[in-house]
């Protein structure tokens, strides 16, 4: 069981919204540390999508956002395309386990 | 540009020692606030940092596994290694290295390598 936990899956149509949650404790998200984003299209590695809460590396699109409060944080994606499916997962620090920590992954389905 | 590779031996026995490496280029290790991860994913789950080096080499280790652990690095030739001793079959998966970015907490992994498959069997 992972420590950060976000729903095993989420679906929606082109151009809908979705939001992905994560939510952590008092050990990692709610002791103020940062929460970080990845896509991982089928069969590739991860790409860093979201950092430090709510930043977008160049070339990723502004249909992705995240934010953060109290022990938990979201992902959204805007005007979702067919391209958009794959799994995403948040990451943070975690004091107790004095290491980084992965959410368990939640797999995207575009109708 | 920043690029990893890693490189291993694909298929290890069980208790065996496994030895990974990892080539990168577009950075140095030399420099301050650079840090490498490896991290695995055994094959349909989720991601799992398993370890860290730093520029001053600095190491830390998932801590479940430390024991098991070691990560080093060669300046010289650009690379980081990953040994983990008394592989079992539930370590198979992929093993990514990383580069982590610049930015506040210096924890995001901003570039990955393509990952390795390791498979642990008799």
């Known amino acids: 069981q992972s420590v950060l936990m976000q729903p095993p899956s989420v679906s929606g149509a082109p151009g809908q919204r979705v939001t992905i949650s994560c939510t952590g404790g008092?050990?990692?998200?709610?002791?103020?540390?940062?929460v970080h984003w990845y896509q991982q299209l089928p069969g590739t590695a991860p790409k860093l999508l979201i950092y430090t809460n709510n930043n977008r590396p160049s070339g990723v699109p502004d249909r992705f956002s995240g934010s953060k409060s109290g022990t938990s944080a979201s992902l959204a994606i805007t005007g979702l395309q067919a391209e958009d499916e794959a799994d995403y997962y948040c990451q943070s620090y975690d004091d107790a386990l004095s290491g980084s920590v992965f959410g368990g992954g939640t797999k995207l389905t575009v109708l | 540009q920043v690029t990893l590779k890693e490189s291993g031996p694909g298929l290890v026995k069980p208790t065996q020692t496994l030895t990974l490496t990892c080539t990168f280029s577009?950075?140095?290790?030399?420099?301050?606030?650079?840090?490498v991860s490896w991290i695995r994913q055994p094959p349909g789950k989720a991601l799992e940092w398993v370890a860290r080096i730093d520029w001053d080499d600095d190491k830390f280790y998932n801590t479940p596994l430390r024991t098991r652990l070691t990560i080093s690095k060669d300046t010289s030739k650009n690379q980081v290694f990953l040994t983990m001793t008394n592989m079992d079959p539930v370590d198979t998966g992929t093993y990514y290295c990383?580069?982590?970015?610049?930015?506040?907490?210096?924890?995001?992994?901003?570039?990955w390598g393509q990952g390795t498959m390791v498979t642990v069997s008799s």
């Open positions: 008092s050990s990692n998200i709610g002791a103020g540390y940062d």
């Open positions: 990383a580069h982590h970015g610049n930015f506040r907490d210096l924890r995001a992994f901003d570039i």
């Open positions: 577009g950075f140095s290790l030399t420099t301050t606030g650079t840090r």
